[in-house]
T-cell receptor, first 114, second 109 residues
Framework: EAGVAQSPRYKIIEKRQSVAFWCNPI?????LYWYQQILGQGPKLLIQ????????DSQLPKDRFSAERLKGVDSTLKIQPAKLEDSAVYLC????????????FGNGTRLTVT | RKEVEQDPGPFNVPEGATVAFNCTYS??????FFWYRQDCRKEPKLLMS???SGNEDGRFTAQLNRASQYISLLIRDSKLSDSATYLC??????????FGTGTRLTIIP
């Protein structure tokens, strides 16, 4: 079974620039998550999709972050414009459904904003 | 109050010792609980689920206390390979999983 795929692995941008991350979940996984993990902290949920609908985006800074999952499969997360405090690892995860809920993470995208 | 709280450590423990971590959660309606392990510069991976009756997997024991809203993880006979960050995760419902800050563990030879 192929795992969760994310790209790019690393990205360095200057503040006020835009950036986009891509995620392809495990085939058949209906639920997809984007987490932000700042160094020394636990992952923070940004947005949760069920198929192509948003379940929770209460912690997504909507003035600069956007995410979509148009066909209920892969997803993109965009930051525009980036701030220094957006430097973090952006983790995508998916779950197959059922109990218990088990997150399968991708390798993450490490973003550095200078 | 944070939804999920953990002592960030670090815990520096000699090889062979027993170590325990606690985690508290604020939402009394939370449905399920987990411990994830995260190695340096890697993604988190499920270590074990936590059941009301308590559960054991080899050297690892997890317990849940719903009345006090905390979960615990006990590692016996610790190995060098146990060095990692241990993340407490709570499912508040609707498959929304919230992570704690993580507890960093280093096993010393």
């Amino acid at each position: 079974e192929a795992g969760v795929a994310q790209s790019p692995r690393y990205k360095i941008i200057e503040k006020r620039q835009s950036v986009a991350f891509w995620c392809n979940p495990i085939s058949g996984h209906a639920t997809l998550y984007w987490y932000q993990q700042i160094l020394g902290q636990g992952p923070k949920l940004l947005i949760q999709f069920q198929n192509n609908g948003v379940v929770d985006d209460s912690q997504l800074p909507k003035d600069r972050f956007s995410a979509e999952r148009l066909k209920g499969v892969d997803s993109t997360l965009k930051i525009q414009p980036a701030k220094l405090e957006d430097s973090a690892v952006y983790l995508c995860a998916s779950t197959p459904g059922g109990r218990p809920v088990t997150l399968h993470f991708g390798n993450g995208t490490r973003l550095t904003v200078t | 109050r944070k939804e999920v709280e953990q002592d960030p450590g670090p815990f520096n423990v000699p090889e062979g010792a027993t170590v325990a971590f606690n985690c508290t959660y604020s939402n009394s309606a939370s449905q399920s609980f987990f411990w994830y392990r995260q190695d340096c510069r890697k993604e988190p991976k499920l270590l074990m689920s936590v059941y009301s009756s308590g559960n054991e997997d080899g050297r690892f024991t997890a317990q849940l206390n719903r009345a006090s809203q905390y979960i615990s993880l006990l590692i016996r006979d610790s190995k060098l390979s146990d060095s990692a960050t241990y993340l407490c995760v709570v499912n508040a419902g609707n498959e929304k999983l919230t992570f704690g800050t993580g507890t960093r563990l280093t096993i010393i030879p």
